[in-house]
Structure formats: C-alpha cells, structure tokens
C-alpha cells in the first residue's frame, strides 16, 4: 500500500512569514512529485512539480525533495493572506498518483 | 485552465436511483480519472482511462462503472447511488502519462444521495 502522509494541521502563520509545508511518501520507486493547493470549494490547481533530489523555486515557492529521507517540502516565501487554502501532496511512481490528505494553511494578518 | 467541464456541477438524488456524472475535456489527453474527496480521506481514485474503451479500476471502485466511448468524454455512473456516495467527484487529465505526469482537474461535482 503506498502511502503518503501529511500534517493536516491547521498551519498558522502571519503574514510575511515562511511557511513549511512537509509530506513524507513509502514508495521508493516514486519518481515525481507535486504539490497542489486547494481553496475551500474549489478543485486542486498544480502549483510545484519536483522530480530530483534538491530544491526548486518558482517565485515565492520552494519544493525540496530528498528521495534518501522519502522527503518532500513546500516552503511559502512572504506569506499572504490569499495563501490560505488546503495543501495538497502528490507522489507518483507509474501512471497513477498517491496522494495525501492535505495540509490546511491559514496566514493570518 | 486545462479545458476540462464536469457536469452537473451540483446534484442531490435518492437512494437506490441511477446517477451519471461527465467529464469532457477539449484536448485529446488518453488519460483521465474519476476521483471521489471526502473530509479525512483526501483524494481516492475511482476508476481511470488510459483511451477510447480502456478502463481501470481504482482503490475505490465499488459502486461506480464508467465508459469512455469517445476520448473527450469519461462518463462516471453509479448504478444504485447510497448516503456513503455523497461527496465531490473530480476529474482529472494528465497531459504526460509518459513522463511527470501531472494532473489537471475539473471543477468538481458536488453530489448529495439523500
């Protein structure tokens, strides 16, 4: 059974502040990886895909794997309000996508 | 915007009655997926297509049956719907089955099975 785990959280933060968001996975053959961010009633839209050891940045996000740890990071650079929303973490190792139960954020003025 | 519209988009129906759910997609991805999210489970594959009449079960599929006649349309039924079916249905693409593949989703189908 692959299983990937994740703090549900709430993660409190103000605003301006670094927010780590962290996912650990069992499939040791996972070969990507992503993190999804979803508001309340809304779908999950893709916002980080890694796929080798060490970080990425894209603007304010970071995505940090290290596949030895079966480790995964999203760091939220400058927090905003508008960040607050369910996190998701996604590992996929064939064709089909484990993923977990979400990480909730609130960035809190 | 992946172009894919889910419909309906919100739907109450009684135990014991047949529901459909459609996917529809503008792009011609072979891959697409029925997933169910439900509060403390996350994301749970129903049933995935991997072209025109292949299907395949996912870790949740009792219940559901799906169809998949042309490559832009992944037809979700159920055929007898219970309370336990009440969720949000989305489904997904993925544009690189043969490499990342990261997945685009729907806007979603908020089922209730009263």
């Known amino acids: 059974q692959k299983e990937v785990e994740q703090n549900s959280g709430p993660l409190s933060v103000p605003e301006g502040a670094i927010a780590s968001l962290n996912c650990t996975y069992s499939?040791?053959?996972?070969?990507?990886f992503f993190w999804y961010r979803q508001y309340s009633g809304k779908s999950p839209e893709l916002i980080m895909s890694?796929?080798?050891?060490g970080d990425k940045e894209d603007g304010r996000f970071t995505a940090q794997l290290n596949k030895a740890s079966q480790y995964v990071s999203l760091l939220i650079r400058d927090s905003q309000p508008s960040d607050s929303a369910t996190y998701l973490c996604?590992?996929?190792?064939?064709?089909?996508?484990?993923f977990g139960r979400g990480t909730s954020l609130i960035v809190h003025p | 915007d992946a172009g894919i519209t889910q419909s309906p988009r919100h739907k109450v129906t009684e135990t014991g009655t047949p529901v459909t759910l459609r996917c529809h997609q503008t792009?011609?991805?072979?891959?697409m997926y029925w997933y169910r999210q439900d509060p403390g489970h996350g994301l749970r594959l129903i049933h995935y297509?991997?072209?025109?009449?292949?299907?395949d079960k996912g870790e949740v599929s009792d219940g559901y049956s799906v169809s998949r006649s042309k490559t832009e349309d992944f037809l979700l039924t159920l055929e007898s719907a219970t309370s336990s079916q009440t969720s949000v249905y989305f489904c997904?693409?993925?544009?690189?089955?043969?490499?990342?593949?990261?997945?685009?989703f729907g806007p979603g189908t908020r089922l209730t099975v009263t």
């Open positions: 996604a590992v996929r190792g064939s064709y089909i996508p484990t």
């Open positions: 792009e011609n991805h072979r891959y």
């Open positions: 890694i796929y080798s050891n």
């Open positions: 997904a693409i993925t544009p690189s089955p043969e490499g990342p593949g990261e997945q685009y």
């Open positions: 499939d040791r053959v996972s070969q990507s």
């Open positions: 297509s991997y072209g025109v009449k292949d299907t």
